[in-house]
């Protein structure tokens, strides 16, 4: 399937089902108690594990979400095993993905802050792809421009104040100059 084609309702429930059942099974294997819950969201399966109570499911987000990102990958090998087609797949654990991206949006709105207070650029700290396209979003949608600088893993993102509508024009390609790896949780 190329890229640029959308994948049906069917599909993407497809998709999430085969993820559900990979995802029970390692459950099972660790002996984890807890729900599996399925969607499509932006175009996207997603497979979220909730717990049952405050049992050990903690520990399958992970430092800094590691296990959550190894689940995420190891579902979409197993979906693209069964399809034959390369998955984008979302897997969450306990609300984890909601609680990053409003973490991000509270240092991105910290650092716009900043930039509109001293008039200079604000350079944050390493971000991994998504999180990154997260500050660049955001960023837009202030009315301020950002870039991305650096090689993984210091890749950064600097905040800058938006100087002319020419500016705007030469610089449109800068805020999404960065490929988001397939490996990182998107849209979530």
Do not use: C, W
Not at 128 to 149: A, P, Q, T, Y
Not at 173 to 187: A, F, K, L, P
């Amino acid at each position: 399937m190329a890229q640029d084609d959308e994948k049906t309702i069917d599909q993407l429930n497809e998709e999430a089902d085969i993820a559900a059942d990979y995802l029970e099974g390692l459950l099972d294997i660790a002996d984890y108690d807890g729900d599996i819950e399925m969607g499509i969201r932006n175009k996207r399966p997603v497979v979220q594990i909730v717990a049952d109570d405050d049992s050990d499911i903690k520990h399958l987000v992970g430092k800094n979400g590691e296990v959550v990102d190894a689940l995420q990958q190891l579902s979409r090998l197993a979906v693209q095993q069964k399809t034959g087609e390369r998955s984008h797949l979302i897997v969450d654990v306990d609300g984890f993905l909601k609680h990053k991206r409003q973490h991000l949006r509270d240092v991105a709105l910290d650092a716009i802050d900043e930039v509109r207070e001293i008039g200079e650029p604000v350079d944050l700290e390493p971000m991994n792809s998504f999180e990154r396209k997260v500050v660049h979003d955001l960023v837009r949608e202030e009315g301020l421009r950002s870039r991305s600088h650096g090689e993984e893993p210091n890749r950064h993102v600097t905040i800058y104040l938006k100087a002319s509508a020419v500016d705007d024009e030469q610089n449109i390609d800068d805020e999404y100059d960065d490929e988001v790896d397939e490996t990182d949780q998107i849209e979530a």
